[in-house]
């Protein structure tokens, strides 16, 4: 990155406006309500809303989709039992929570046990694996794991794989891993990835019980959760956070260090709700049918546990 980049981002920052490196050169407006131009994102950032919000109260549920439907993008609390990760999973019994309890325990052997089990013992070979699509035909099942959209993502195959991939070789390389495309939500992992997550976790968990949670309003400074919302029936909405990319470490750490609820930030942009299936990217593009979107929701929203 360029120090005439850097200057530019830093004095644009000054008026509130972010500038970011995209992968694939990209021109017209965006999900942010900026426009991409060149390599680059660019868009006014919005306040992070800090409020005091239960989304398992009624009347407080409402007040915070209220202002995440008027553009906001709010932080608020959100009790674990409403919380998923690895798509499927609750989070309190997710493989990485699993997981962290044995970091927390100082046992690495149950660690590396659990993450084999978890991870290497049964895993997705193909993007309909992923999705629980059967059909050897299907347009996904020539697609890698990493590439497996959900029924509402508005990004093509392409550019979730290139997007994820660049993402576990950013987050290796910092443990030391190098050209490691290794992610923590399928497996499988080989063993320097294994001790790398150990090392790390148990980290993070040292920083935690030493200093508690800190959250900041930067980019990566809260747990980021995408709102699923089951609107089917009027009278008897339900709802639960999945835990986007940003966080899932924290979350886990969190859990197991006996937190009841946890500060999740998310954006007006992600916000998925049942009653719009018809219209969600990869129904209209018929890559999934309705049944298939329709079981991915469910299986987010009811895990079994």
């Not at 680059?40 to 919005?46: A, G, M, S, T, V």
């Not at 886990?252 to 500060?263: H, Q």
Request: charged content about 25%.
């Amino acid at each position: 990155m360029s120090r005439l980049f850097l200057f530019l981002r830093s004095l644009l920052n000054l008026f509130n406006i972010k500038v970011v490196r995209i992968e694939a050169l990209s021109f017209g407006f965006n999900r942010k309500g900026g426009f991409n131009i060149f390599f680059y994102r660019i868009y006014i950032k919005n306040k992070i809303l800090d409020f005091d919000l239960n989304l398992g109260v009624e009347n407080e549920f409402k007040q915070a989709l209220n202002l995440l439907d008027n553009g906001n993008i709010v932080l608020c609390n959100v009790e674990t039992k409403f919380l998923r990760q690895c798509w499927y999973y609750f989070l309190e019994s997710s493989p990485i929570t699993i997981a962290t309890c044995f970091v927390l325990k100082g046992e690495y052997h149950n660690f590396h046990t659990s993450i084999k089990q978890n991870y290497n013992s049964n895993y997705p070979l193909n993007a309909s694996d992923r999705v629980f699509i059967s059909d050897k035909k299907h347009y996904l099942s020539s697609y890698s794991p990493i590439a497996c959209p959900l029924p509402w993502d508005t990004d093509n195959i392409t550019k979730i794989s290139s997007s994820k991939e660049t993402g576990y070789l950013k987050e290796n390389s910092k443990m030391g891993l190098i050209n490691c495309k290794e992610g923590l939500l399928f497996g499988p992992l080989s063993k320097p990835k294994i001790k790398a997550e150990y090392n790390r976790i148990n980290k993070l968990l040292k920083s935690l019980k030493n200093n508690g949670y800190k959250r900041n309003s930067s980019d990566d400074g809260d747990i980021g959760g995408i709102l699923l919302i089951d609107d089917s029936v009027e009278s008897d909405i339900k709802f639960c956070v999945r835990l986007d990319t940003k966080g899932n470490h924290r979350a886990s750490a969190l859990v197991s260090l006996g937190y009841k609820s946890l500060p999740i930030r998310i954006s007006h942009e992600n916000i998925v709700r049942l009653s719009e299936l018809s219209s969600w990217n990869y129904v209209l593009n018929n890559i999934f049918k309705k049944s298939e979107a329709l079981k991915v929701f469910l299986n987010i929203l009811n895990p079994i546990d």
